[in-house]
């Protein structure tokens, strides 16, 4: 893109938008690179081309790790507006969802979550984002990583189950997070020292104050047949997010404490979430 300075006052996104290939310092182009890994997969919403509001996003093809997750129901693409100023993608609390096909982080005991979302769902389990061992099956149960709200509760809350591991872990605080605008980034170490880091969640860029159970059978890889599932925690009606999700990017490895909240930083940026 060319801009003439002598009759052009460039706005800050002309410079941070990627598709000018323009800034390499800008808030994408930072986020890439502290997410960047060869089995990485990032499902963006501003992708979601040529569809009207509120028409059936049948298919989603991340911008990167070249999947393409297929709609189960009817999801709709949502423009910006005062809810969320960045185009999403809405799941009804049941029957909608988007999955892609396998990855497999086999030879990984660490992952990285990160999500943007709105929901309202403060009645059910929903499922904002994860990947799942059995298309049939919620990660706790069979397998899997994943970013979910408590059922009755409303709290963002990160889980995983690895292969070999005898039940689930998960880490979440007592703040209600339905009806806002959230960024979540959550990290997941199964050979972590001590059990209060293997897993580590941020909301909003500050780390969440938490509480953990069960046990992830420390040390034990992830399953070697994962599929991303957008918008629902499995197939069963009532775990539909009931709300909006922007943007999905799931890596095989740990992010540092401080380069978790700066991924924070960055997509709040991105999404003029808060």
């Known amino acids: 893109m060319f801009v003439d300075f002598a009759t052009t006052r460039a706005t800050y996104e002309t410079f941070v938008d990627e598709s000018h290939d323009f800034d390499l310092t800008g ?10 890994d060869d089995l990485v997969f990032d499902f963006c919403a501003y992708d979601v081309t040529g569809l009207a509001d509120g028409a059936t996003v049948s298919t989603w093809a991340a911008r990167r790790g070249g999947l393409t997750a297929t709609a ?15 185009p999403s993608v809405a799941y009804a609390a049941t029957g909608e969802r988007h999955d892609a096909s396998a990855v497999d982080w086999s030879a990984s005991q660490t992952a990285t979550l990160l999500s943007v979302w709105y929901s309202d769902a403060s009645a059910a389990t929903a499922g904002i984002a994860s990947l799942h061992a059995s298309l049939g099956n919620v990660p706790a149960a069979a397998g899997g990583i994943e970013h979910l709200l408590g059922a009755s509760s409303g709290y963002w809350t990160p889980v995983h189950r690895p292969n070999g591991a005898t039940d689930f872990w998960l880490e979440r605080d007592t703040v209600d997070d339905t009806g806002a605008v959230q960024v979540t980034v959550s990290v997941h170490d199964t050979a972590a020292k001590a059990a209060a880091d293997e897993i580590r969640g941020i909301q909003n860029g500050a780390e969440i104050v938490g509480s953990t159970t069960g046990t992830s059978g420390g040390g034990a890889v992830w399953q070697s047949t994962l599929y991303p599932v957008l918008g629902a925690r499995g197939n069963v009606a009532v775990e539909g997010l009931n709300g909006r999700l922007h943007r999905f990017v799931a890596l095989p490895r740990a992010l540092s404490a401080d380069n978790a909240t700066q991924a924070s930083d960055l997509l709040t940026r991105l999404a003029k979430a808060v």
């Open 27 to 36: 808030p994408e182009s930072v986020l890439r690179g502290l997410t960047a």
């Open 72 to 86: 189960t129901g009817t999801p709709a693409y949502t423009e910006p507006d005062s809810t969320l100023g960045v």
